[in-house]
């Protein structure tokens, strides 16, 4: 397989013709098909050109991630260019924060779009030059209906639309009113530029769209160098075509744009200010995933109303918010490609996207011992003033891994859940007389247990071990059915872990009740705050990931000081996709 390297353009590059690859290596999908078909016919001279293009109004989330890992992916697989660009045309709601932070998640999910994105507002002249076009060819009116009366005589589905009063004024007195809109004479609402089309349409998208309105609002970039802005309909297409993009590949809630997004482009390549052949647009089904929202709306509402603490809580379907859970980003690129493109909805089970991390994490992450409700275990016999140091695997995946050494000693914890003082059938972990193997150290037989005398809670077990058990190996051959982790306790370091689950209590959240709020789920996070882990971990940075033995894996927050460190759970050992697997099988 030859190597793909991208260049400071953004432009991926290989050997051969720009637009050949091996098809054999490429993933396959109908998008791929379409493309690979225009290739065949020489269409857009054998380039292939793509675009991510969010609204800088929130933070990205996992739905975002297969749509870059999509058109990054095309671009790379056909060794063309895929650009960022931000549709920055509603200034009262986007926020350089914002751009910032959709810079950051595309660039660390692995995909370089060159030094610097693009943006809508790069295009604000061309774009006001295109509307005086279209109003001096006819093809646009400005119209001076209140929004109520417009929606009153839009139509609906069954019925046609109605056509405004406004609708035949003479070009030269639509131009007067636009370039009016433009100078700041006429307040946010007192009119709009609409494209002249068809108010019979069936399609309501072709029923004269607005495709100017008054806003009198400070933009991030332009500043109060507008007061008219194109809306995103009108912009989209405007921005593909002076980019020469060739394939615009969007999610299905725009198919029915997509007749407006072709006559625009039609109108203006007919004046001359873009250059055949046109981008096409190509629709794919949207990510719904279970036990999530992926509506930015809500995830506003989620972050405004106090449900979680920020875009980047780790229960938060964000770039940031998995980021900062613990997710590698190969494991988000092998998500999106495992769920492939498809032309319906459908919603993918999260239990996929958490086999996807265990898969990776499991390659990497080392192994630790932690301890996350400690019970103390005192060894009797083993001499007080003594410790000594124990070889541990960093990571049996990977023998390149090597090993460490943990301390042990008289005083120890493991977790209260290995013990039962009156266990069942099927618990083989530690109990009163029986024996169990702490890893890598010794066999160990509990002889008593202390309980605290006013609640009767067991806070104490008095053990024996077998020094000849070193390193977990009877020299007699006996056996025990289960093996704990534990830490020292003179040695361990105090730490706080976070618990986390799905943020949602039900796998399509407000389904029932109409409002996905009263679907939160109350135990989304659990903080321990008495959690003890092995001295090696000690200046651990925010961001190591790491596997605590029979817990899951577990990710450095940056609320971790030098002082106390901060574990979030990333995803448990419990491989619930396995299961699903095996009963679809």
């Given amino acids: 397989m030859k190597r793909l390297s991208a260049s400071p353009a953004g432009v991926f590059e290989e050997e051969g013709k720009q637009g050949m690859t091996d098809e054999s290596s490429r993933p396959t999908d109908f998008i791929r098909e379409i493309i690979t078909e225009d290739l065949k016919k020489g269409k857009y001279d054998h380039r292939v050109h793509t675009r991510f293009p969010p609204e800088p109004n929130g933070y990205l989330h996992i739905g975002h991630a297969k749509s870059i ?51 809508a507002s790069d295009y604000f002249g061309f774009m006001y030059t295109a509307a005086e076009y279209l109003i ?11 929004a109520e009366e417009m929606r009153e005589h839009r139509g609906t589905l069954t019925s046609p639309g109605k056509e405004s009063p406004f609708r035949g004024r003479a070009a030269a007195e639509n131009l007067d009113l636009f370039r009016a809109m433009r100078d700041g004479r006429h307040p946010d609402g ?27 609002a400070e933009h991030h970039r332009t500043g109060s160098t507008w007061c008219i802005y194109p809306m995103y309909t009108y912009a989209h297409p405007i ?75 780790p229960r938060m379907p964000t770039v940031s918010g998995m980021r900062r859970r613990g997710y590698t980003p190969e494991a988000i690129r092998n998500f999106c490609e495992r769920i492939g493109v498809a032309k319906r909805d459908s919603t993918v089970d999260l239990a996929l996207l958490e086999f996807c991390i265990r898969e990776d994490l499991n390659k990497r992450a080392p192994r630790v011992m932690a301890v996350l409700r400690p019970l103390r275990v005192v060894i009797t016999n083993y001499p007080e003033d003594q410790e000594e140091e124990l070889d541990a695997v960093n990571n049996p995946e990977d023998p390149a891994a090597g090993c460490r050494t943990v301390p042990f000693s ?12 009156n266990p069942p059938k099927q618990f083989f972990r530690l109990a009163p007389g029986r024996e169990v193997r702490l890893r890598y150290a010794y066999y160990i037989t509990c002889e008593k247990v202390v309980k605290d005398e006013r609640t009767g809670e067991v806070v104490e077990l008095h053990c024996t071990y077998d020094p000849k058990t070193r390193g977990g190996d009877s020299p007699d051959g006996r056996k025990v059915k289960a093996t704990l982790h534990w830490v020292s306790a003179r040695h361990a370091i105090s730490s706080e872990v976070r618990l986390y689950t799905t943020l949602f209590s039900t796998p399509e959240p407000g389904a029932e009740s109409g409002d996905f709020r009263q679907d939160i789920n109350p135990a989304s996070l659990e903080v321990l705050s008495s959690a003890y882990v092995e001295p090696g971990l000690a200046g651990a940075v925010p ?5 605590f033995e029979r817990m899951g894996y577990f990710c450095v927050d940056p609320d971790s000081t030098r002082d106390r460190l901060v574990f979030n759970r990333t995803v448990t050992l419990k491989d619930a996709w396995a299961k699903i697997q095996k009963a679809q099988k």
């Fill in 69 to 119: 890992c999509l058109n990054f992916g095309i671009a790379k697989d056909y060794k063309g260019t895929c650009n960022l660009r931000f549709d920055d045309t509603n200034p009262e709601k986007e926020e350089q924060e914002y751009v910032e932070s959709i810079i950051d998640a595309v660039r660390w999910l692995g995909f370089d779009f060159g030094p610097e994105p693009r943006y």
């Fill in 136 to 146: 001096t060819a006819g093809h646009a009116y400005v119209d001076s209906q209140t």
């Fill in 190 to 216: 007192a009119m709009v530029l609409r494209a002249k089309i068809d108010m019979a349409s069936p399609n309501i998208n072709l029923r004269d769209p607005a495709i100017y309105r008054i806003k009198h």
């Fill in 239 to 313: 921005e593909d075509a002076r980019e020469n993009i060739t394939h615009s590949i969007c999610t299905l809630e725009f198919e029915d744009q997509r007749p407006f997004y072709d006559w625009l482009l039609e109108r203006l390549a007919e004046g001359g200010l873009v250059q055949r052949p046109l981008p096409q647009q190509i629709e794919f089904a949207r990510l719904n995933l279970s036990f999530t929202v992926l509506s930015k709306r809500k995830l506003i509402q989620l972050v405004t109303e106090g449900h979680v603490t920020g875009w980047d809580d």
């Fill in 410 to 421: 008289r005083l120890l914890y493991i977790e209260r859940d290995d013990f039962l003082e």
């Fill in 543 to 547: 961001g190591s990931r790491y596997q």
